[in-house]
């Protein structure tokens, strides 16, 4: 394409409603637009690029032998009735009615969708496997946009649902996603590692994220410094730090005046955060849970919700319950007399000994309670895991690190086929659920994810594979009639090559060419200036050092870089 | 592909939901299935042709030097009610609140997007002229979806607009565009004729349509038997059939008990339709405006419409506003004493003489009403031709067809850039609104009017630029090695080529794999059966007989194919 025939929208100044780097640079080289909070429209650049994401996503998918097929946007509330999740979405699904008053939905997901159709299309087990994806536009109305097209509320996902007959077929289903999903990854030039999930009230270690590290990631990610582990701190099991047996001694009640918080009762009792037990009190789904840690840790809300099967809505109880349970003010409450539905009690908490915990009554603190002989409760692993904690696969020491999901694969078996009353006839003539699994890739969020692994301090360096163009020919005179000449001529010859390339003939100065090509990040640079004379061109890749290069070298030149990233053309 | 491993979805019976050729054979072929109400997924097979016409738009949009770019769906409410649109547009809009309570719709056309997207990016008239279009999702909520996805209520559309400093360059735009649809629907393989339509409150002849001929087409179409003349209804002018003179005779009312319409009122006075003038009552916007067309004549709303100075609504009156107008029931509206805005009288009408009107007075009419002498009006061009009446552009006699509406191209003008405040500043340095073109092709539609043109008894008959998948390779035992062999061998091949090819090795009889082939219109088939053991196999096009031939010869056959249909492999 030539420039001066383009919409060109770069921008010097960082845009002040961005605040990471993929979100500026993607503003600054004017790959989208805001239209509205978490909705973005794609400027033509940004567009090619979203195109070569998809490209890939859609070759990798037919590959491992998934076809393409594509639902509708709005679907009808009968169908989410029917899954039960039309009540449970809450406000994150966007809900509209038509003219005649019918109810529907922008799809958040399309497992029902998906459900629906095998249930009309699948008759019999000698039609499976099948894997059916679509590259379709999602919505969800997030509590908080944010991040430009990192968590919007429009985006564009890759969903993909498998059908098998049985378990051994969703396992291969399931390898060949993840397969498929590694492949995707690396072609897109992204760092994206594949740790355990939770997989909620399914159960199993049936579900793996595709993680990018990042410090602007929403989910916590356990790695492991010694082995390949890795898993979603929502997932990680922590293991039990046992405290030293002791005497059991007598209850004693203390007063704590104003002393609420673990910092302020440390120094008040002048012990470690360690002998303290904090009881968090919780409304799940309208049942009020307590959850006991000990001091220095945190409750881990899935393993909560999981545990007490699967609940839709965990948060933390309000004032009025909670004084309900303890009879007391927030910063008091304690296992002992609680009125509560349920006691969860971490395996921690129940190894410690003679511990601090709270009275039930606003000011006061019980000394040397112990699980057992004051109060009992379920127990099991209720908290998130912590640096320096072992691996539950090695037992080496894990760390942790902010991560951005851009990928999910997960077996989700006979949830909605039970269900939605999804069957197939299997050999011997029965009426079988199918076994199911769901694949997901945030197109839009890869986007942004590449960015956030792909720039510099003068714009993006997208991989070659994802550039929206590969090579930028910048005439540095454009009145100057030989440099315009070669320019055009290098321009040409390359296409023919099957190389998008672009030609800058705009009439700006060449400081301004070179900054917007490298604020696009276009891969190579052709340079022809004054040196055109002596038969010589500048070849610049993105992140290397300008080369002065004889002018009948450079389409080898270019080839060689397409060569080193395995890119055909 | 291997069908083996595909999602087939052929129905034998005819679907009771569809009414139309291409509607049945879509649903039949596997190629769409109802979500909802004018809703619809796409399967694989359809998916691939839809994908198939958005590369050939995308080309030619290309070639035409427009860019692609991708808008939101969701669309904010301030956006259309800067331009005024937000309370025009009806039930038409699908409208709907997000979780603070903003109101959004989803955009059924995007003039405001790009409008307020180019007075944001493009600063001077040396960025001009800028054409971008999308390829996008689009919605509306229409009061009677039809005829699968030929009227639905979400659709694919690829719409366009252009941006010029002046008309001259807008003219340009226009042409570019004109040709560029002309050689998308050739490529397409389908007829559509670029007709001449009515561009509403913006006057001139800005506006063209592409229309197929459909017998369920929703409009009209004026056709010319001896030029290339061609328009909308809705726009072609009509010309005055003048009646014989007579001189004006006495006005009298006649009683006419119970008699309303023109057949009731031509039987009672035993004379022609055309002795009578119908006056019809209308709300628009709230005023009361009359219309009078010969009695055999049908008013044309648009023309009256564009003459009120574009009107957002224009239907019939209330019982209670005609009482109000004439004192008296329907069936006896005259312009004479009549109470109204105003009064619109066909020009035919304004030549007659002697002529028959409502008396406004329940049971009665008047005879010898002459215009000019008992009532006056604005005079002028209110009613539809009809078939048999003169072409606008060579005298001929003109036809009329049904047709529906494939491809719309449109002379903005400044109508949105000067609602918007969309300026750029001039090579004079002044601030001047952009002048605007905006061009559309329903995408979704273009492929339901192709199957209307191109099926046959056995099914859809799709120009090899279109079809899902250009060979489909059968052996018709898979369970004879040699049959499996060459197939398997000749499907590589054809891969290997570039040629879309299937290899049909479902365990089914061949008779199946014909059918199933030719309902979902493969252009050719190779038959690979028992005559395999004297080297011979069958060659077919999908509209043509089997012809056997040397299995060595067959993939020149195909590439002669490609080659006939100027189609690059």
Same mark, same amino acid.
Request: proline residues 3%; negative net charge.
């Given at each position: ?7 060109? %929208? ?11 780097? @993929? ?21 033509? $650049? ?21 076809? +393409?097929?594509? *639902? ?107 397969? *498929? ?17 939770? @997989?909620?009230?399914?159960?199993? @270690?049936? %579900? ?5 590290? %990042? ?101 933390? *109880? %309000? ?46 603190? $019980? ?25 539950? *696969? ?10 951005? +999901? ?10 909605? @086929? ?71 001529? $290098? ?5 023919? $090559? ?72």
């Amino acid at each position: 394409m030539k420039m001066a025939n383009m919409l060109v %929208s770069t921008l010097r100044e960082v845009p002040a409603e961005a605040e990471i780097d @993929s979100h500026k640079l993607m503003l600054r080289a004017g790959m989208i637009r805001k239209m509205a909070s978490g909705i973005y429209n794609y400027m033509p $650049l940004g567009l090619k690029v979203l195109k070569n994401i998809e490209e890939i996503v859609r070759q990798e998918m037919n590959d491992a032998g998934a076809q +393409e097929f594509l *639902a509708s946007a709005i679907l009808p509330a009968e169908l989410w009735q029917e899954s039960g999740r039309w009540d449970v979405y809450g406000e994150e699904m966007f809900r509209l009615k038509d003219r005649n008053n019918r109810e529907f939905c922008l799809g958040p997901t399309h497992e029902e969708v998906f459900t629906d159709m095998a249930r009309n299309e699948i008759k019999s087990y000698k039609q499976l496997p099948v894997n059916l994806y679509q590259i379709q536009t999602k919505y969800r109305d997030e509590r908080r946009p944010r991040f430009g097209i990192m968590r919007s509320r429009e985006f564009i996902m890759k969903d993909a649902y498998s059908f098998d007959k049985d378990q051994e077929g969703l396992d291969v289903s399931f390898d060949k996603m993840n397969e *498929a999903y590694v492949k995707i990854f690396n072609r897109c030039g992204i760092n994206a590692k594949c740790v355990e999930a939770d @997989s909620g009230a399914i159960g199993g @270690s049936n %579900s793996a994220e595709f993680m990018v590290k %990042s410090e602007v990631g929403e989910d916590d990610v356990v790695f492991c410094n010694a082995c390949d582990y890795a898993a979603n701190m929502e997932k990680a099991p922590s293991t039990v730090d046992k405290a030293e047996k002791e005497e059991a001694k007598e209850l004693v009640k203390t007063e704590t005046p104003n002393i609420r918080t673990i910092e302020e009762l440390t120094s008040f009792f002048n012990t470690s955060a360690k002998k303290f037990a904090k009881t968090l009190i919780f409304n799940a789904d309208g049942k009020i849970v307590a959850v006991m840690v000990r001091g220095d840790r945190e409750v881990n809300e899935t393993k909560v919700s999981n545990d007490l099967g699967g609940i839709a809505q965990l948060e933390m *109880a %309000s004032a009025e319950d909670v004084f309900k349970a303890t009879n007391a003010a927030i910063g008091f409450a304690g296992p002992i007399g609680i009125k509560i539905d349920e006691l969860l009690v971490d395996e921690e908490v129940a190894n410690m000994y003679n511990f601090i915990v709270g009275a039930n009554e606003t000011g006061f603190h $019980l000394e040397n309670a112990n699980y057992g002989r004051d109060f009992e409760g379920k127990v099991g692993d209720y908290r998130n895991i912590t640096i320096g904690e072992k691996c539950p *696969a090695c037992g080496s020491e894990i760390t942790i690190a902010r991560g951005t +999901e851009v990928g999910h694969i997960f077996k989700l078996g006979t949830k909605y @086929s039970e269900t939605m009353k999804a069957t197939f006839m299997d050999e011997n003539g029965k009426d079988k659920p199918f076994v199911m699994g769901c694949y997901g890739i945030g197109v839009t969020r890869t986007m942004a994810s590449v960015i956030e692994q792909h720039h510099d301090e003068y714009g993006i360096t997208w991989p070659l594979a994802l550039a929206p163009y590969h090579v930028s020919v910048i005439p540095v005179n454009i009145k100057d009639e030989e440099q315009m000449e070669i320019a055009e001529k $290098l321009y040409n010859e390359l296409r023919a $090559l099957g190389v998008d390339a672009l030609l800058d003939n705009r009439n700006e100065r060449a400081g301004v060419k070179f900054k917007d090509s490298e604020l696009i990040g276009i891969p190579m640079r052709i340079t022809v200036g004054k040196k055109i004379g002596d038969g010589e061109i500048e070849f610049k890749l993105r992140t290397k050092e300008v080369e002065v290069i004889r002018v009948e070298d450079v389409i080898n030149k270019v080839k060689e870089e397409f060569k080193k990233n395995n890119f055909k053309l």
